[in-house]
């Protein structure tokens, strides 16, 4: 099992920029696939970036070249920067994590873009 905990959500104003960290319980990063969803009022939770084991990236693209998923394995984090924040990025942003044993999610972390 590992807990994952987000943090670094808030209210920024359209334009603005935040850094989501999703801290891991412990190092299982070499075997796992990480990810960004959010999920909004009434939506279905949605995808927002990815990053596989060997580093591989990819993004919806509603957030492709505005938001970049990164991690430090060293210090069992991933984080999700987000630039050019809209209003449509509004949601509850929760970081997941897949290896062979299951896959696991955090508590969300709350993001509110005004406008």
Do not use: H
């Not at 279905?44 to 430090?72: C, H, P, W």
């Amino acid at each position: 099992q590992v807990q994952l905990v987000e943090s670094g959500g808030g209210l920024v104003q359209a334009g603005g920029s935040l850094r989501l960290s999703c801290a891991a319980s412990r190092n299982i990063f070499s075997i796992s696939n990480l990810a960004w969803y959010r999920q909004a009022p009434g939506k279905q939770r949605e995808l927002v970036a990815v990053m596989t084991a060997g580093g591989t990236t990819n993004y919806a693209a509603s957030v492709k070249g505005r938001f970049t998923i990164s991690r430090d394995n060293a210090k069992n984090m991933v984080y999700l920067q987000m630039n050019s924040l809209k209003p449509e990025d509004t949601a509850v942003y929760y970081c997941n994590l897949q290896d062979p044993s299951g896959s696991y999610w955090g508590q969300g972390t709350q993001v509110t873009v005004s406008s």
